[in-house]
């Protein structure tokens, strides 16, 4: 079954920088990867999302890139704010009919 | 329209008892999963309904058991609970496979 690895488990950010979350994920016939931001107390939500057919994907100050011969993708944010302190969380199709294989997560916190 | 609701929010239960938790998924959604969220770990796949079937399983013992209604409602039931089942327990539901899974605000079982 599929197997989604992501790094790091905690991430420190001095305001402004950026950062990247890396994910890598075992079965290659997956072909949609999102991301979802958890913050504290609250449910996961999506910020975006990349299929198989596109290698980089981008939404203001979030992108997503694929590199499905390695099998991993990427969340970048730049121009880090507070507010984008959160948990974050990658992840990939398993199972027969797609259902949602998460990684375990990335603590992002950003100091202002 | 509403968002995938769960029910109840909190639980205390005794070790060796049962419980079932409920979940309401947005309208027109036939497809629900369930996952278990503890530190560390991230969100861990329990199972995930499609139209009253089981499409997939994950890694849990049998004690983990769930059922989905002719109105797409899912309940999951735990029995014999142990101390670890103590988790927030989240539910997700999607229109098909590789779409935007929207969560629920989570059951917060505490088991003592």
């Known amino acids: 079954g599929e197997n989604v690895e992501q790094h790091p488990s905690t991430l420190s950010v001095q305001e402004g920088d950026s950062a990247v979350i890396k994910c890598t994920y075992s079965d290659s016939a997956s072909n949609y990867f999102p991301w979802y931001k958890q913050e504290l107390g609250k449910r996961p939500q999506l910020i975006i999302d990349?299929?198989?057919?596109?290698g980089e994907k981008k939404d203001q100050r979030i992108a997503v890139t694929l590199n499905k011969t390695a099998k991993h993708f990427s969340l970048h944010i730049t121009e880090t704010q507070p507010e984008d302190s959160a948990v974050y969380f990658c992840a990939a199709p398993g199972g027969s009919q797609g259902n949602l294989i998460f990684g375990k997560g990335t603590k992002l916190s950003v100091k202002p | 329209k509403a968002g995938v609701t769960q029910t109840p929010r909190y639980l205390i239960k005794t070790r060796g008892q049962q419980v079932t938790l409920s979940c309401s998924p947005i309208s027109g959604h036939r497809s629900v999963s369930w996952y278990q969220q503890t530190p560390g770990q991230g969100l861990q796949f329990l199972f995930e309904y499609f139209s009253e079937t089981q499409r997939n399983k994950g890694n849990f013992p049998g004690r983990f058991s769930g059922r989905q209604f002719s109105n797409s409602r899912s309940e999951m039931n735990v029995s014999t609970l142990e101390l670890g089942d103590s988790a927030l327990y989240l539910c997700?539901?999607?229109?098909?496979?590789?779409?935007?899974?929207?969560f629920g605000q989570g059951t917060r079982l505490t088991v003592v």
């Open positions: 997700a539901s999607r229109v098909s496979e590789n779409t935007e899974a929207f």
């Open positions: 990349i299929r198989s057919n596109v």
